[in-house]
């Protein structure tokens, strides 16, 4: 069951002067922080779960320290952040989890697949040299951040990794990425959970994006993020764009099929 998060868990990532900010619009009518992303009178509640759920997920998981996570909630929240939200998102649901799993002296990897670039979680970990993030999204493509020569700050240089792929790209250079890449980075860091930033807007047939992902390419990646981690019960995806609903349905369901067959110990189809 999800739960709300707590202004200090909220805030190990935004600004308590945004939490108030937006807290506030909700609690006057709402409006907008951009002409993206409209805050409704439910959103700040509705955002506070969605936050809460991540974390729920990771204390289900270190308790039965088996099994993997699928954090399926709105709003989405890679693009929120430190101090505002945008691009539909309020609060950053992935930061938030990962920042509590550092704070408990974990070494996270965040693996963003959706198709656009996580500048919010980005950001929040720049300088931070307890998290790995790692982003595959198309260039030039909005947000119009996650260049390659983007690596971190100089108390955490090399903890950023951005692929920034053209339009066309297909699901062998995200596997690809992970394997020629990702995988030593991930080993050398010492990550002991993996968290994703799972959208699925990157699928051939979403009207946002131009990269051709099939579903399949969706249950190849999930193997290989599993295989960052050092043990079962130490991965969890979270929810972020997808823009057909059938594409998204296909994508989301060949993923949680292939992370539960592994979880069981069987490959799956």
Known sequence: EPRAATPAEIERVHSPRYV??????????????????????????????AAGAGLAV?????????GVG??????????????????????????????????????????DWDVHHGNGTQDAFWDDPR???????????????????ETGGPAAPGTTINFPFPAGT??????????????????????????VSAGFDAHRDDPLAGHALAAGDYAELASR?????????????FLEGGYHLAALRRAGAATVGRLTATAEGDEGP
């Open 20 to 49: 108030w900010s937006l807290q506030r619009m909700a609690a006057e009518g709402g409006g907008d922080l951009d002409p993206d992303t409209p805050v409704s009178t439910g959103s700040w509640s509705t955002a506070v779960l």
């Open 70 to 111: 699928f954090v399926a909630v709105r709003p989405p929240g890679h693009h929120a952040r430190p101090g505002i939200g945008m691009g539909f998102c309020l609060l950053n649901n992935v930061a938030i989890a990962a920042a509590a799993l550092a704070d408990a002296g974990e070494r996270d990897v965040i693996v």
């Open 225 to 237: 993020v599993t295989a960052l981690a050092p043990g079962d019960g130490r991965v969890a995806l």
């Open 170 to 195: 297909t699901g062998e250079m995200y596997r690809r990425a992970i394997d020629d890449v990702v995988a030593d980075a991930a080993t050398e860091f010492g990550a002991t959970w993996v968290l």
């Open 131 to 149: 998290v790995l993030y790692v982003s595959m999204h198309q260039s030039p493509m909005y947000p119009g951040t996650g260049h390659v020569d």
């Open 58 to 66: 990771v204390d289900e998981l270190r308790a039965r320290d088996r």
